[in-house]
């Protein structure tokens, strides 16, 4: 806790006035758990300052100082409270300012309570601890200080103009509920004028993922009367350029479904005005990574021309027009609102016997909205990958010769400008002409700078098999606004059958001596120079004791081994660690499906069965999940409803961005139905 700092005079007139005395400087601290006690040495100093002011009785000067004492410890014993600030008391309709809640004193403490801010648009920007303790140590006098709080920063932004109120906000400090008082903010409309305009456009404003887009900024300076008509009014010397804000020119401030086609940098360095000439922009100046830009004011100024505009009063006039542009892709459907955009400052409005008349202005534009269409279901080929863009087709199969059952290597690779990265492996399986053929493994999958590969192994069933079929893959063109299909060309093979070999084939006979098909046995004798019997006899070591204690160690060991072998094996056993793992996997995941994501109600539950399966999961299609959920002993009718779920998400994934209520509710009802049913059936150890 915050401690009470007493000071005693340096100098003061005594109690008596015959005399003058110096008291020596001296610090107390006071805390709430010892505030009560007074040490042995403050009564030695107590002492000895009274000696020193020649009064007899100690305990007056120690009520002296008892009570400058209760005059802090007030101080040191504050209870918990609640303060808020804002950074700004006066702001333009539309913007925002920051709302700092302050917590002091409290050892135990909750979060704001912003719900009264009902007329206000309120965001977190974040929080941080105010905790703190130092130590101070001054001639051998030790100073504690210590301090407890906690800071709470919002972004608020109100609904209306003029003078508006920040109610009471509250939050439960140490058990007690802390209120602070309400904040008053003026809040100033744009200015109803026709000197300075902005306005945004969009083309196109509707597009497909992947489609570009270019938003503009037009800022419009009206004509200035007089000899200055010729005069562009961001090159009249003035005080301080105005603030143009755009935040969608930096990377930072864009939709995480928006990408820009080029960089930030390269939009604003060619604007920049070494002159002083322009606007500022962005506060790019202490804000951005430019190196260049170290001079006190940085201007941007693009190449002007004039434009004629209807005014309030319904007559024409001729504007200066500013442009600044930008240009972005969509990576997923859905509606997409740009940032607003606002410019205040000091312009140039009139002329005045022959002097410019400046004025201060703030003007905004509302948020550009982008349409993003989603892939049209109507009419989409069963080819179809889900890559919207051009994209190119390339298959490659080794070797071209083998025999049958051995294995073959085919790389499917797409290449393009599209949504390459979120294709789909095509499913060979599913073509009659291929699962005839040729028995085949799940493919593999590997992006690439511009593309994504999958390979795939595979053997074929027998000799008949004299090329790889033709394939075809679709995507979707945004500018037909149709599918295309790719085809690739059949590939030739030369398929053996594998041979086989009699026992003649193994047999190899030394040179000179006639080839025979038939094994044959040498019978000339054990010694062919020696006929006698004595010569006869065992040489051979005697192996039965040795191989008795021999097998009896080696078998010990082997059965040791295998043992500690096995129980490794069952605790490191990847498949085994999967199936165990995979109810709770699948439930973490299916844990998000609350922002409405239909790909994570489809990954929970393909990756459920194929943890379970132990199969890779990437790939897996709804009819592949439901035959490998049979397989594994699920009922038929859970499977249907496992097929039917995922098969409603592979709809959603390009009808629109967000799946319904009861998607949601049914994928986490058949995740329920699966884990009770793999765990029924042992298949979860």
Known sequence: MGAAVLKTLSGCTSLTSSARFHLPVETAIIRRQDASHVSATHSRHLATFAARLGIASVGFVAALFAAAMLSVIPSALEAASLTVALDRDEIY???????????RDAQDYEPPDL???????????????????????????????????????????????????????????????????????????????????????????????????????????????????????????????????????????????????????????????????????????????????????????????????????????????????????????????????????????????????????????APAEIRVKAVPVDGRPKSYLGVVGPCQLEIELTPRASNVGDPLTLTFSLQGEGTVHDARAPDLAQLPEIAERFRLREPTSELTENGQVFTYSLRALDEAVDAFPSIEAAYFDVDRESFVALRTDPIPLEIRR???????????????VKESANLETAIEGIFANDSALNSLRNDAPRLGPWAVRWGGMLGAYGLVTFFVRRQRELRSDPARLRRRQAAES????????????????????????ADVADLPAEGLTPRETYEQAVELGIEPALAERLREVLEQCDAQRYARSTTTDDLTQAGRRTLDELICAFGALQQLK
Do not use: C
């Open 115 to 365: 719900s009264a801010l009902t007329d206000f648009q309120v965001g977190s920007l974040g929080d941080r601890s105010m905790n703190a303790s130092s130590v101070i140590i001054i001639n051998g006098r030790r100073t504690d200080n210590h301090q407890l709080g906690h800071k709470y920063f919002y972004k608020v932004t109100p609904n209306t103009t003029g003078l508006v109120t920040l109610p009471s906000i509250s939050a439960i400090g140490d058990g007690e509920r802390l209120t602070s008082e309400p904040i008053a903010l003026r809040v100033k409309p744009a200015d109803s004028q026709d000197a300075v305009r902005l306005e945004v456009r969009v083309e196109p404003s509707t597009v497909y993922p992947t489609q570009p887009f270019t938003v503009t900024v037009h800022l419009l300076l009206r004509e200035l009367p007089g000899e200055y008509a010729s005069n562009n009014p961001l090159q009249i010397k003035q005080r301080e350029p105005p603030r143009l804000e755009i935040p969608w020119l930096q990377d930072e401030n864009l939709p995480a479904t928006v990408v820009p086609t080029d960089e930030w940098k390269s939009v604003v360095e060619p604007l920049l005005n070494a002159k002083g000439w322009g606007v500022q922009l962005n506060n790019f100046q202490s804000d951005s990574g430019f190196s260049i830009f170290q001079r006190q004011v940085t201007t941007f100024l693009p190449k002007a021309d004039k434009t004629a505009r209807t005014l309030q009063n319904d007559e024409n006039a001729e504007y200066w027009r500013y442009s600044f542009r930008r240009t972005f892709v969509a990576r997923s459907s859905g509606t997409i609102d740009m940032s607003r955009v606002e410019i205040k400052g000091d312009f140039v409005t009139d002329v005045a016997r022959k002097r410019p008349v400046t004025e201060r202005i703030y003007a905004f534009a």
């Open 93 to 103: 309709e539309g913007e925002s300012v920051q709302l700092i809640v302050t917590i």
């Open 498 to 512: 594998a041979e086989k070999l009699d026992r003649g084939a193994i047999v190899s006979s030394s040179a000179g």
């Open 586 to 609: 699948a439930r973490s995941i299916m844990g998000k499906a609350q922002d409405g994501r239909f790909d994570v109600i489809h990954d929970s539950l393909v990756g459920l069965v």
